[in-house]
């Protein structure tokens, strides 16, 4: 290792977050404090002016990764503000006596339902109580009998003149089973069949003639006997409808007067009030249902007149918060139910189910929008209803079902709803770009935030939730040094010094898995670091099958990596394989080859088809930074090209560039690369280091790879200046930096590279454009004007 290397060092102090250790001891102050919003302040400001916008279409969609607590968020500031709103009307729906197809909304005051339920229940008992025994007072029955009287009286009447005039003519009139019937008198006797069939034949002919005048005369005796009976029935069913109607006008008019003050309540007891006496009469009166017990009796009478209560709701709750965790079309809208009687089904208005809609209208329905959207037709009637703003109960596939099928079509219900739906970017960036309605009904975007920023609230709110998370759990006491390696996970997975993951999911599991550890031992009371490190590093051994496959191939070099020594056009770059919830860095080895020629740098990986765009374009930068860097008095004319060794798979990113123009470098100026250190950054063309992602598992895997091999304290890794910031290092690299085993060098332009990797100087361009003799980029320029001129004496 050079001398001057070293000022590009990095200091064990540098590799990870520097958090003072009485920061935590302040999170045990107020942590029962459940209502802590950590960060996210854009998307509580976008939440507030959402939630409080009245006009249509001022939904939200709340922008976020899962298990940044977007829903627990978002729920605690629905139930703040919800709690401060008045209760929404309950909505039930009642029978359409004219049309059953068709059933009525009735709305009532918060708490009234019940009252309702209960009082048209009691209402029902009273009627079955009162009838069929009504009608067995005495008077009733002494005007059912003035009825019968008068119509006895003109059938008296009718059959008397009847008689009088057979009397004269010796004939008897007789009734016998309902049916008159005439007879001839002799001695004051009627003759029977055999007397009679002894009479000569002019006295039976005689009596005949006289027959057909005597029934033609009750004929007309008893020609306005029909209208009699109508008569006669008309008063019975009036006299029974008036007594039914005296009788149960006092139970209504007690229902009106508890219920003066709702109008909706007061129009559907006119209705019940204009059928009840007829379905009081049929069901509970008539005499052909003898057998019906007072069981069948009240259904049928609950069936005509109970409402049906769809959400229920008590008078002092506030606006409804509802989160919907299915959102089918039946959770969503609401259904109609089907039951069976006697072997077919049927359905009425007592059978309308409600739905999420329902229970969350007048106040907050959260969805989730990939749930939502997987759902078939339930995402275009969603919008509609919040267009139209009314919640349709319908079959959403009745025009697929039976011919015939017998359905309900209830009352269209109002519907005052604010919709926060849950989503990830991809879905809400695809539902502007594709659907203009989206845009008209979901106007407020809440925006949370992937991190939030290490300041000493923000780390105290978050260790105050982890200690939540323990106390409700039942969880041992958390100690302060375990909280900070809670926290310092949490900002490895920002991948920053300064900012804290808000996927406090993650953490929890760690907390979690933290316990299990701490379950198995019998020493210590709390929670301290140490359990929190093992869970660490059983995480680690459960997704590390891969990464240690990939070492014992280096090991065994089936792979071939070196880690110590020097070669000419070879480097080690850093990659990321990220295989499902396995991410771990492993070194590639990158190889240049160069001879004269004027077809340029090419990309291996590109020819084959294995190298994505960004790599690509990554490739192509360098000859821009040839070009620009040695290009401006001799043309630039050689063939080179680029590996990265044993990759068989796609390659993507450009943070291989660095690492590529070094071994190109390498490969002209035939100058050595030291294989003890590894290289990571993208560049521009002008030679500029930038920025890389997955820094600390490329570090991590390189170092264990050294380690494998035997550390010699020449090895390290050299990263993007930028990078440091970015830099959370596990502390077993802290310690072998410490211990000068392995070292981090952080560089800003590619010439501090070459000098840490070829261990001799860039150089400096003089006033004269020339470079130092011996510096790197003499030598480049040396052999660069030698394949110059091999091509120009070729051609000539």
């Given at each position: 290792?050079?001398?001057?290397?070293?000022?590009?060092?990095?200091?064990?102090?540098?590799?990870?977050?520097?958090?003072?250790?009485?920061?935590?001891?302040?999170?045990?102050?107020?942590?029962?404090?459940?209502?802590?919003?950590?960060?996210?302040?854009?998307?509580?400001?976008?939440?507030?002016?959402?939630?409080?916008?009245?006009?249509?279409?001022?939904?939200?969609?709340?922008m976020?990764?899962?298990?940044?607590?977007?829903?627990?968020?978002?729920?605690?500031?629905?139930?703040?503000?919800?709690?401060?709103?008045?209760?929404?009307?309950?909505?039930?729906?009642?029978?359409?006596?004219?049309?059953?197809?068709?059933?009525?909304?009735?709305?009532?005051?918060?708490?009234?339902?019940?009252?309702?339920?209960?009082?048209?229940?009691?209402?029902?008992?009273?009627?079955?109580?009162?009838?069929?025994?009504?009608?067995?007072?005495?008077?009733?029955?002494?005007?059912?009998?003035?009825?019968?009287?008068?119509?006895?009286?003109?059938?008296?009447?009718?059959?008397?003149?009847?008689?009088?005039?057979?009397?004269?003519?010796?004939?008897?009139?007789?009734?016998?089973?309902?049916?008159?019937?005439?007879?001839?008198?002799?001695?004051?006797?009627?003759?029977?069949?055999?007397?009679?069939?002894?009479?000569?034949?002019?006295?039976?002919?005689?009596?005949?003639?006289?027959?057909?005048?005597?029934?033609?005369?009750?004929?007309?005796?008893?020609?306005?006997?029909?209208?009699?009976?109508?008569?006669?029935?008309?008063?019975?069913?009036?006299?029974?409808?008036?007594?039914?109607?005296?009788?149960?006008?006092?139970?209504?008019?007690e229902?009106e007067?508890?219920?003066?003050?709702?109008?909706?309540?007061?129009?559907?007891?006119?209705?019940?009030?204009?059928?009840?006496?007829?379905?009081?009469?049929?069901?509970?009166?008539?005499?052909?249902?003898e057998?019906?017990?007072?069981?069948?009796?009240?259904?049928?009478?609950?069936?005509?007149?109970?409402?049906?209560?769809?959400?229920?709701?008590?008078?002092?709750?506030?606006?409804?918060?509802?989160?919907?965790?299915?959102?089918?079309?039946?959770?969503l809208?609401?259904?109609?139910?089907?039951a069976?009687?006697?072997?077919?089904?049927?359905?009425?208005?007592?059978?309308?189910?409600?739905?999420?809609?329902?229970?969350?209208?007048?106040?907050?329905?959260?969805?989730?929008?990939?749930?939502?959207?997987?759902?078939?037709?339930?995402?275009?009637?969603?919008?509609?209803?919040?267009?139209?703003?009314?919640?349709?109960?319908?079959?959403?596939?009745?025009?697929?079902?039976?011919?015939?099928?017998?359905?309900?079509?209830?009352?269209?219900?109002?519907?005052?709803?604010?919709?926060?739906?849950?989503?990830?970017?991809?879905?809400?960036?695809?539902?502007?770009?594709?659907?203009?309605?989206?845009?008209?009904?979901?106007?407020?975007?809440a925006?949370?935030?992937?991190?939030?920023?290490?300041?000493?609230?923000?780390?105290?709110?978050?260790?105050?939730?982890?200690?939540?998370?323990?106390?409700?759990?039942?969880?041992?006491?958390?100690?302060?040094?375990?909280?900070?390696?809670?926290?310092?996970?949490?900002?490895?997975?920002?991948?920053?010094?300064?900012?804290?993951?808000?996927?406090?999911?993650?953490?929890?599991?760690?907390?979690?898995?933290?316990?299990?550890?701490?379950?198995?031992?019998?020493?210590?009371?709390?929670?301290?670091?140490?359990?929190?490190?093992?869970?660490?590093?059983?995480?680690?051994?459960?997704?590390?099958?891969?990464?240690?496959?990939?070492?014992?191939?280096?090991?065994?070099?089936?792979?071939?990596?070196?880690?110590?020594?020097?070669?000419?056009?070879?480097?080690?770059?850093?990659?990321?394989?990220?295989?499902?919830?396995s991410?771990?860095?492993?070194?590639?080895?990158?190889?240049?080859?160069?001879?004269?020629?004027?077809?340029?740098i090419?990309?291996?990986?590109?020819?084959?088809?294995?190298?994505?765009?960004?790599?690509?374009k990554?490739?192509?930068?360098?000859?821009?930074?040839?070009?620009?860097?040695?290009?401006?008095?001799?043309?630039?004319?050689?063939?080179?090209?680029?590996?990265?060794e044993?990759?068989?798979?796609?390659?993507?990113?450009?943070?291989?560039?660095?690492?590529?123009?070094?071994?190109?470098?390498?490969?002209?100026?035939?100058?050595?690369?030291?294989?003890?250190?590894?290289?990571?950054?993208?560049?521009?063309?002008?030679?500029?280091?930038?920025?890389?992602g997955?820094?600390?598992?490329?570090?991590?895997?390189?170092?264990?790879?050294?380690?494998?091999?035997?550390?010699?304290?020449?090895?390290?890794?050299?990263?993007?200046?930028?990078?440091?910031?970015n830099?959370?290092l596990?502390?077993?690299?802290?310690?072998?930096?410490?211990?000068?085993?392995?070292?981090?060098?952080?560089?800003?332009?590619?010439?501090?590279?070459?000098?840490?990797?070829?261990?001799q100087?860039?150089?400096?361009?003089?006033?004269?454009?020339?470079?130092?003799?011996?510096?790197?980029?003499a030598?480049?320029?040396?052999?660069?004007?030698?394949?110059?001129?091999?091509?120009?004496?070729?051609?000539?």
């Amino acid at each position: 290792m050079t001398q001057h290397s070293t000022q590009w060092r990095l200091s064990p102090k540098q590799l990870t977050a520097d958090l003072r250790d009485d920061i935590f001891s302040l999170s045990e102050q107020n942590s029962d404090n459940n209502d802590i919003f950590l960060g996210h302040h854009r998307a509580k400001e976008a939440l507030d002016f959402g939630l409080s916008m009245e006009s249509r279409g001022f939904n939200v969609f709340a922008m976020g990764e899962h298990g940044t607590g977007r829903q627990t968020l978002i729920r605690q500031m629905l139930s703040a503000k919800a709690s401060e709103q008045s209760t929404p009307s309950e909505w039930c729906y009642i029978n359409n006596f004219d049309d059953v197809h068709a059933p009525y909304k009735l709305y009532v005051s918060p708490g009234d339902g019940k009252q309702l339920l209960t009082r048209i229940n009691t209402f029902i008992d009273e009627l079955l109580d009162l009838f069929p025994e009504i009608f067995d007072n005495p008077g009733y029955q002494r005007q059912k009998a003035a009825i019968d009287r008068e119509f006895n009286q003109k059938y008296d009447e009718a059959i008397s003149k009847v008689e009088e005039t057979a009397l004269k003519n010796d004939v008897i009139l007789f009734e016998e089973n309902g049916e008159i019937g005439f007879s001839l008198l002799v001695d004051g006797k009627p003759l029977g069949d055999k007397e009679f069939a002894n009479l000569d034949e002019k006295k039976r002919n005689d009596f005949y003639v006289l027959l057909e005048k005597l029934e033609n005369l009750l004929s007309e005796q008893l020609i306005e006997l029909p209208l009699w009976k109508r008569i006669s029935s008309d008063k019975m069913r009036k006299l029974k409808h008036e007594t039914a109607e005296q009788s149960i006008r006092p139970f209504l008019k007690e229902l009106e007067h508890e219920f003066a003050s709702n109008i909706g309540v007061l129009k559907y007891l006119s209705k019940v009030k204009a059928h009840v006496v007829d379905a009081v009469l049929e069901i509970l009166v008539d005499e052909g249902n003898e057998n019906q017990n007072d069981k069948d009796a009240r259904k049928l009478m609950q069936e005509r007149f109970l409402p049906n209560l769809l959400v229920a709701r008590e008078p002092e709750e506030g606006a409804p918060v509802v989160y919907e965790q299915n959102p089918t079309f039946q959770n969503l809208f609401g259904h109609v139910d089907f039951a069976s009687f006697q072997g077919s089904s049927y359905t009425s208005y007592r059978l309308i189910r409600p739905g999420a809609l329902h229970k969350a209208n007048g106040g907050y329905l959260l969805l989730e929008a990939e749930k939502l959207l997987n759902q078939p037709l339930v995402w275009s009637r969603l919008k509609l209803a919040l267009k139209t703003q009314e919640i349709t109960i319908e079959n959403p596939y009745s025009e697929f079902s039976q011919p015939g099928a017998f359905s309900l079509q209830p009352e269209k219900i109002p519907l005052k709803v604010k919709v926060i739906l849950l989503g990830d970017p991809e879905i809400y960036y695809m539902l502007q770009d594709y659907d203009q309605e989206f845009t008209e009904l979901f106007r407020v975007l809440a925006d949370f935030d992937r991190y939030l920023d290490s300041t000493d609230q923000n780390l105290i709110e978050y260790a105050q939730l982890i200690r939540q998370r323990a106390e409700k759990y039942d969880y041992p006491k958390v100690s302060d040094a375990a909280i900070k390696e809670l926290v310092k996970y949490a900002l490895r997975r920002a991948e920053h010094q300064h900012k804290i993951s808000s996927n406090i999911v993650q953490v929890n599991d760690l907390l979690d898995e933290s316990v299990y550890f701490w379950k198995k031992q019998t020493v210590q009371n709390m929670l301290t670091p140490e359990f929190v490190v093992q869970a660490l590093n059983a995480q680690q051994r459960r997704t590390g099958r891969i990464s240690e496959a990939w070492l014992s191939e280096i090991k065994e070099e089936q792979v071939l990596i070196s880690t110590q020594g020097k070669q000419i056009g070879k480097v080690n770059g850093l990659t990321v394989l990220e295989i499902g919830d396995s991410v771990f860095g492993t070194p590639a080895r990158i190889t240049a080859t160069v001879y004269a020629g004027s077809h340029g740098i090419t990309d291996i990986e590109r020819e084959v088809d294995l190298g994505k765009s960004i790599h690509s374009k990554g490739v192509l930068l360098l000859s821009g930074y040839i070009g620009h860097k040695y290009g401006q008095n001799l043309p630039v004319a050689i063939s080179a090209n680029i590996a990265i060794e044993q990759s068989y798979g796609h390659i993507d990113g450009d943070s291989a560039s660095m690492a590529e123009l070094c071994a190109l470098i390498s490969a002209i100026s035939h100058l050595p690369i030291d294989q003890s250190i590894a290289i990571t950054g993208s560049m521009n063309q002008h030679g500029e280091v930038q920025s890389i992602g997955g820094v600390n598992e490329k570090i991590e895997g390189f170092y264990r790879l050294c380690k494998d091999k035997g550390l010699t304290g020449e090895q390290g890794v050299i990263i993007p200046k930028t990078n440091v910031i970015n830099l959370m290092l596990c502390d077993e690299v802290i310690n072998a930096v410490k211990n000068d085993d392995f070292h981090i060098y952080a560089v800003d332009n590619v010439d501090q590279s070459l000098e840490i990797l070829m261990g001799q100087s860039a150089g400096v361009m003089n006033s004269v454009g020339r470079y130092p003799r011996k510096s790197i980029h003499a030598l480049v320029l040396n052999k660069l004007s030698h394949l110059s001129e091999l091509l120009e004496g070729g051609e000539g």
